[in-house]
């Protein structure tokens, strides 16, 4: 049986919400995206395989819009407790496609977890809504990128700063996380192995 576990970013006119199937439900202060008890998701061991940004479907945004968000955040979030390598058996994959105006500009998932670690995860950006460059700056199209990453690593929303990615109202950030984010990684690793 295959688990899908999702959190993504819904636009709604000037705003965005939180989209969440399984999970919480509920944003806390310190940030992780809890699997059981205030137990969250997270990588066993820290060193997690990823595979280069794919395309899924034909894009109108220019295919490298998404591959230097997804290259961004990569980099970003392997400055953290996490280390992140390409590899050819990945535990995450990045994706970007016209995936229609479902509700969400991007999308991860954990789409195999055993006992709270992640065996695999998702995360995709929707050409659908972030095509159009009058509304959707490339800084915009980062902060999407980069939360969805931080999402696979076990992070749920930040909506108590703007300086991150993690806040899901804002989209201004771009490939930038805090020092409360940092944070929380460092307490939802502790215990996780190098």
Known sequence: MQLSITKRLLPVAATFFVG???????VLANHPWICSGTTAYHYSPRTVGYASPVA???VVRSASSYTSAFN????????TVVTLVNSS???LRLFYGAYGQNGWLGLASLTSVT?????SATSQLNDTYLRDTSRYSQTAVNHVSCQEVGHTFGLNHNRTQTNTCMNDQVLT???????????????????VPQ
């Open 115 to 119: 006992s709270c670690h992640i065996n």
């Open 56 to 58: 899924q479907t034909a």
């Open 89 to 91: 058996t990945p535990k």
């Open 20 to 26: 969440l199937v399984i999970g919480t439900g509920v």
């Open 72 to 79: 961004g955040s990569i980099s970003l979030w392997d400055t």
């Open 173 to 191: 950030a771009g490939n930038q996380i805090n020092q409360h984010d940092r944070d929380q990684l460092s307490s939802i690793y502790a215990h």
